[in-house]
């Protein structure tokens, strides 16, 4: 793959700006703004859209950072959108399931809402059953984001940052969260997490977008085959909080290291698939340093489309969409049945504050908080 480094080309058209990079292969990648719908306090919510040259396009919007569309080709080159998410502004306001959005501060569950840190106790607000789950009340999916458009590895960018205040859901510290996403002409989704704090507080967020290989709304993901390279996840008990030990996947249905069908063992008489309703679970990679790493993959047969999840992080929470039920009505009026889609949210483990043999999530003052982590899609 050439290097993007020649022309970058940036004008704007009407209210439109594009940005255009071309490669010393003559491959291009293009993106640029468009308005997306306005909030009921007026805030207008811009769409971004990117598109390169091997049929890819992504559409973010800085409502949520949410991830709305990835159209990816199939084997034949049939192109379909294969997140879940809503036509219109108001899909995503009304959400409950955090389609393709950015969660935090601290992705997934943190028992009763509680944590201490420095000595000092924090309550965080309680909006799962007693528990805190992806950020809060208010979490970092329903903010507003500041957009930019950027350039990040020679390739055009979209930069959304937020600064959640002091106090925010419980949490401390003024705290900044840039999010950088980008695309590749390799079909690379490339996402890239810049923090920082004034006070000590803890981070964890992720991406929480459904994806259905076969298409939004095309069935479920129970023929979807995934690869998860970890000997290891963490149990939970019945409030699907960690129980703060490693368990061997060996021997049980959590057992993702060579290629699996996700549907072969999700009904199977099994402790932890009753309490998570299915797979709901975080899985520990093996030889986790920090650096960016193969963890997951998942392949669909029918399209050919396979997707392999690069990540810096510890760990992956694997959510087979035990929770949809058909209501959350989508794209193109399709309603999301019960395992239509599967998220793949690589972060550190939940609940790691109130475990300390998990990795810590603490951010402290003058530290960088940096994670990145690439969804490439291709077909076998
Ligand atoms: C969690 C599920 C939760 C879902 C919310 C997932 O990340 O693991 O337990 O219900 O998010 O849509």
New binding site residues.
Partial sequence: MGLYMNKLINFIVGSTLILLITGCDDKSISLYEEDYGVLDNGILIKQYIFENDNQMKVKIINYGAIVVSIEVPDKKGKINDVVLGYDSIDGYVQD???FGAIVGRV??RISKGKFSLDGKDYALAINNNENH??GGIQGFNKKVWTPEITESNGLPALKLTYLSPDGEEGYPGNLNLEVTYTISNKNELIIDYFGTTDKATILNPTN?SYFNLSGAGNGDILDHVLKINADYFTPVDKG?IPLGNHESVLGTPMDFLNPKKIGERINNDDNQLKVGLGY?HNWVFNNWDGTLKLGVTLFEPESGRFMEVFTTEPGV?F?SGN?LDGTNIGKNQKAYQYRSAL?L?TDHFPDSQNNSNFPSVVLRPGEEYKQKTIYQFSTK
Avoid: A, K, T, V
């Fill in positions: 409950p399931s955090y992705g997934n789950l992806h929480h699907l709901d929470q959510y929770f998220c949210e």
